[in-house]
C-alpha cells in the first residue's frame, strides 16, 4: 500500500459564494442542472450532514464509468470546505484503497474565485498511482468545477 496525494488549485471566474452554492452547499438538485451535460442525475442517502452518501449518474458522453459514490466527511460553509471519501469511480478510483478529497473555495478578488483541491488515497497494489492517473483524477474534479464556472457565467442571476 503506496500513500499519495495530488494538491491542484484552480482559477474560477464567479464569486466563492455563487459558486459554493452552486456546487458545495449541498443542494444535490443543483448539479445536474449546473453541470448539464455531465451530470445526469443525484441519488441522495442521509439528511446532507456527515455520513451521506451521493451518487453521482454521469452522462454516457462524457465516456467515463456512469456512477460516483461519495460519503460526505464534513461541509464547513464558513470555511468554503467540503471534505468527501470516495466509495466508487471509474478504472483509477479501482486501483485504490481508499480516496478522500477535500475541496476549498476561497474568495479571489472581485466576482472571483480559487479552489484548491487536494486528495489523498492509498494504492491497492503497492505501487505509485502514475503521473496520468493522478492527471484523470484531478482533470475530473476541476472538470465538474469548471462545468459549474461555465453554467454561472452564463447565467449571472442565478445562485446570486
Not at 117 to 127: I, M, R
Not at 140 to 145: E, K, R, S, V
Amino acid at each position: 500500500m503506496v500513500a499519495g496525494s495530488i494538491n491542484e488549485e484552480c482559477a474560477v471566474a464567479v464569486s466563492a459564494q455563487r459558486l459554493w452554492k452552486a456546487a458545495f452547499a449541498g443542494d444535490w438538485d443543483a448539479l445536474p442542472k449546473v453541470c448539464a451535460g455531465l451530470i445526469d442525475a443525484v441519488e441522495v442517502q442521509g439528511d446532507g450532514g456527515p455520513g451521506t452518501v451521493s451518487t453521482m449518474k454521469f452522462n454516457p458522453s462524457v465516456g467515463v464509468d456512469n456512477v460516483f459514490k461519495t460519503r460526505l466527511i464534513s461541509r464547513d460553509a464558513a470555511a468554503g470546505k467540503v471534505k468527501s471519501e470516495v466509495l466508487q469511480g471509474d478504472k483509477v478510483c479501482a486501483k485504490l484503497k481508499s480516496q478522500v478529497s477535500e475541496m476549498q473555495v476561497q474568495a479571489a478578488g472581485d466576482g472571483a474565485c480559487v479552489v484548491k483541491l487536494a486528495v489523498e488515497y492509498d494504492t491497492l497494489d503497492g505501487a505509485p498511482l502514475a503521473a496520468e492517473d493522478q492527471a484523470t483524477l484531478t482533470k475530473g474534479y476541476l472538470g465538474l468545477i469548471k462545468a459549474a464556472e461555465a453554467y454561472l457565467v452564463a447565467h449571472p442571476a442565478e445562485f446570486a
